[in-house]
């Protein structure tokens, strides 16, 4: 994923996630559950299959063959566009690596 069609791709999925999230009144709750719709949507728009777990203090996800945690802790809040759409972008390239 080079840095511009990175970039544009994690816009794209942000801005779908926001349109279908709705919030709880918990931040961690609010914080797992969004980034974890979020990998719902990359996963659908590379027409790839993942297994997706939202835990206490931490998203699951088991991507080609591989097993991945975020935690709660290191993912900004996703109303901060700008630092959101950098932690997206950083993950979502491990990932593809």
């Given at each position: 994923?080079?840095?511009e069609?990175?970039?544009e791709?994690?816009?794209?999925i942000f ?12 931040e961690?709750d609010?914080?797992l559950k ?8 990359f996963?659908?728009?590379r027409?790839?299959k993942?297994i ?17 945690a975020f ?6 809040n996703?109303?901060d ?17």
């Open positions: 994923m080079d840095d069609d990175g970039y791709w994690c816009e794209l801005a779908v996630a926001l349109e279908q999230y709705k919030p709880s009144e918990y961690i609010n914080k969004f980034f974890a719709l979020v990998l719902k949507l996963v659908e728009m027409k790839e993942a997706i777990e939202v835990k206490t203090v931490n998203v699951k996800f088991k991507f080609r063959s591989k097993s991945y935690w709660v802790f290191g993912i900004p996703y109303e566009r700008n630092l959101y759409l950098a932690y997206l972008k950083s993950q979502l390239s491990k990932l593809l690596d």
